[in-house]
């Protein structure tokens, strides 16, 4: 499989108080063709900032300084904005976090669904919005409710209705930020089905921005871990599950009960996130971290272990 | 049904400290003028619709559903923040009952420091302008609790270290914004047990907490039920939560309790074809874990014109014709295990 995303040592930081908060330090992943990949973390740990660095939609105070995004290997960073426009929602689209909430109350579904359409192609006003009704259908709605307000809708329609905005310019990469945490556990297993199926019939890719490991392992078939701005580890869900090699990883899985093992509570990490402002020199997990050592006040390499696997530790 | 759960009281050990009997929380739709004048009838949003349960003394009661089930609205109701409609809830403490739906302020007022709440989100609860000493005084002032400086004192250091804020005289002098979302969450839980409750509702208190530093705030629920023997009515959406920490599950769906029974038991062998399928679709975190997930389509009704019969009926996958007519009650099928099903023991698929 060939890389459709490739992201080398991406640096974003936000500008405050005359310093700079290092939410993106030095991260580097790649998603293939059709690939699902889960980006998990806990909040703070900058992975709502990587997805919008990728978009390039971040706040006036954030900027890239560094690294690069190569999209089917055109580096988004340094794309013009007359470029960067025929990108966005066209090859890289973005379901937004609680977006769902942000539908415009006094405009029938069809029609905000058919907006995009209309913004980055050349069609008639009728062609798109019968692209925007197939593109209801295809999120399982019906098509007798497309001419609806979002006020009519519950929150998981809602949510598919974000969907299908995300997939209106045919997008190959399709970015979800917590798409279902808002939701019930049935409507959650309802939207997180719908994904994949749409991912395996239209060879999607996606990336999956959440801070549930459980719904990863259920949909996702790499995973990347970051904390603290740093990715940590990155590896296929499978081997990730069974041997975590970074300890924060081991961590945040033990944080997870499993209704289908025994009765116990999970465990916590001791400690609290760092500040971004003035991350612990070395590796920042190491003040939590119950491996941590002498050699850990020196910022730890990220290394490629057992050919496909990536981690950032000095113990591994 | 209360014949069939007395002979739970006569066990000292075993006493209950809440005993809800046929709850109702209704609200009234407002209604413009014309359709009021057009249609007499006056309709109601059935929030909660006809619940009993029982809460023993140093239990954890998990109340589950989706939103909009009345988990919550049962739960304002024990803390009397809404109106029962009709029904009872009888609070037990020192060998007094007291029946909160009827009683009056001043009754109230002297069992408060009895039932407390524990919040949902650290971040909106707390006053940005309470130092935590502030904080946790204020339930000891306005109850007027405590006795003198010194014992308040002491009572509040007492409460700081029992949640893990040690040592807790570096946290006095501490503003919200100074804390982190965990250390924000074990204050709130704090400034509940200064007054030595004996019965804590907690909705959904890890929601709003980071995975890490989750499972913290569950242990010191569990320290709590432990070291004080207190009870908890512990209300989430999350089935591997009750997992953990719940004694006893009730199921909710659509104001009304659809299956009780030991957090094992529903767990592991859920009755109601509603529970089966919510039991299924509990996301696991395992990638090589494969199981038959039952998805539910639909939605949950429109509280205001819930369906005859039994309510589940329009999405259950087993539903039958008698289930559009009857609406089945919640029955004791053997022990401690209560099921609203007329068919539960047919196959599931």
New interface residues.
Partial sequence: MTALLQVNALKTFYRADGDYVKAVDDVSFHVDVGESLGLAGESGCGKTTVALSLMRLLPPNASILGGEILYDGQDIVKMSDRRLRRTRWKKISIVFQGAMNALNPVKRIVEQIAEPILLHEKIAKDEATRRAERLVELVGIDKSRARDYPHEFSGGMRQRVMIAMALACEPRLVILDEPTTALDVMTKMQIQQLVKDIQKEMSLSTILITHDLSVIAETCEKVAIMYAGKLVEHADVVTMFENPLHPYTSGLLKGFPNIHASRELPVSIPGSPPDLLHPPPGCRFAPRCPLASKECEVDPPGKTVDGNRYVACWKR | MATAMSHVGSDETLQNVLEVRDLKVWFPVRTGILTSLAKSEEKFIHAVDGISFDVRRGEVFCLVG??GCGKTTTARCILKLVEATSGTINFRDDGETIELCSAGPRQIRRIRPKIQLIFQDPYESLDPKHSVLDQLSEPLDVNRVGGSREEKMKKILTALSNVGLIPPETFLHRYPHEL????RQRVGIASSMVLDPIFLIADEPVSMV???????I??IM?DIKKREDASFLFIT?????A??MGDTIAVMYSGKIVERAS??DL?RDPKHPYTR???S?????????R?K?V???G?VPDPIDVPKGCRFHPRCPIGKEKCKIEEPELRSIGGERWVACHFWQEPFP
């Fill in positions: 989706e939103s982190s979302g965990g250390q980071d995975v890490s530093m989750r499972a913290d569950l242990r569990l959406h999350d089935f591997s939560l997992w953990v957090s094992f767990i399928a919510l039991v679709v509990v996301p696991v975190p395992d990638p090589k874990f199981h997930r998805i539910l389509h939605e």
